[in-house]
C-alpha cells in the first residue's frame, strides 16, 4: 500500500539556518505529493504541492522536488525564521480512498532566535 | 468565503456518550473527508465522501458513521464514545478530487473521551 516515512522531530534550529526536513514515499502508479504546515492550535494549510516527477514545488521560501528516481519529496529552505516554527507534514495522494491524503508523521520545528 | 468550519472546537465526553462533529464548506466542494490526529500518528483517514449521495470507508471506521447531508455538510458520529476515540478530528474538502486537487482543511475538533 501506499505509505510516507518523514524524519522524525523534533528539529531545532537558528534563526537564518537552513532546513531539510526528508520525506520519501512508496506508492503505485504516479502520486501526487505535498507539504502540509500546521501552526499551534490550527489546522492544516498546503503548503507546496508537485503533481509529477521532477516538478519542484515552492512557497513562501520554502521548496521541495518530486525525485521519482529516489522516491523523494524533501523540503528545504534557505533561511528560516521565527515564525516557521510549526508541524510539517508530508503527504502523497493517489486514486484510493477517493483521492484521500496519506500523511507521514509530522515533523516538528522550532527556531529560535 | 469562511472556507471549511467545524464545530464543536472542544468536546469532552464520557464512556459511552454519543456525539455528532459537523463540518460544512462554502466552496461547492464535490468531495469531502474525515481524519483523526493523534501524536506521533499523523493524520489518518475515517471515512470520505467523494460526492453528494456517497460515502466510503478510509483506514480507521470503526466506531464512527459519517452522513453527506447535502453538498455543504459532512458529519461525523461517535454512537458510543471510547477512551480510545480521543483525538483531534479534522475535516477537510477537494473540488472534484482527482491527484491534483488541493484538499482545504477545517480547524479541527478536540475530542477528549474520559
Known amino acids: 500500500g501506499n505509505s510516507v516515512t518523514q524524519m522524525e522531530g523534533p528539529v531545532t534550529l537558528s534563526e537564518e539556518a537552513f532546513l531539510t526536513i526528508n520525506c520519501t514515499y512508496t506508492?503505485?502508479?504516479?502520486?501526487?505529493l505535498f507539504w502540509y504546515v500546521q501552526y499551534p492550535g490550527e489546522g492544516l494549510q498546503l503548503l507546496l504541492k508537485?503533481?509529477?516527477?521532477?516538478d519542484k514545488g515552492s512557497n513562501k521560501g520554502f521548496e521541495a522536488t518530486y525525485r521519482k528516481e529516489t522516491t523523494s519529496f524533501h523540503l528545504e529552505k534557505g533561511s528560516v525564521q521565527v515564525s516557521d516554527s510549526a508541524v510539517y507534514f508530508c503527504a502523497l495522494k493517489s486514486s484510493n480512498s477517493g483521492y484521500a491524503l496519506n500523511f507521514g508523521k509530522g515533523t516538528s520545528l522550532l527556531v529560535t532566535p | 468565503n469562511a472556507g471549511v468550519t467545524q464545530t464543536p472546537k472542544f468536546q469532552v465526553l464520557k464512556t459511552g456518550q454519543s456525539m455528532t462533529l459537523q463540518c460544512a464548506q462554502d466552496?461547492?466542494?464535490?468531495?469531502m473527508y474525515w481524519y483523526r490526529q493523534d501524536p506521533g500518528m499523523g493524520l489518518r483517514l475515517i471515512y470520505y465522501s467523494a460526492s453528494e449521495g456517497t460515502t466510503d470507508k478510509g483506514e480507521v471506521p470503526n466506531g464512527y458513521n459519517v452522513s453527506r447531508l447535502n453538498k455543504r455538510e459532512f458529519s461525523l458520529r461517535l454512537e458510543s464514545a471510547a477512551p480510545s476515540q480521543t483525538s483531534v478530528y479534522f475535516c477537510a474538502s477537494t473540488r472534484q478530487g482527482g491527484y491534483t486537487d488541493t484538499q482545504y482543511f477545517g480547524p479541527g475538533t478536540r475530542l477528549t473521551v474520559l
Open positions: 506508492a503505485t502508479g504516479y502520486p501526487s
Open positions: 466552496m461547492n466542494h464535490n468531495s
Open positions: 508537485a503533481t509529477k516527477a521532477d
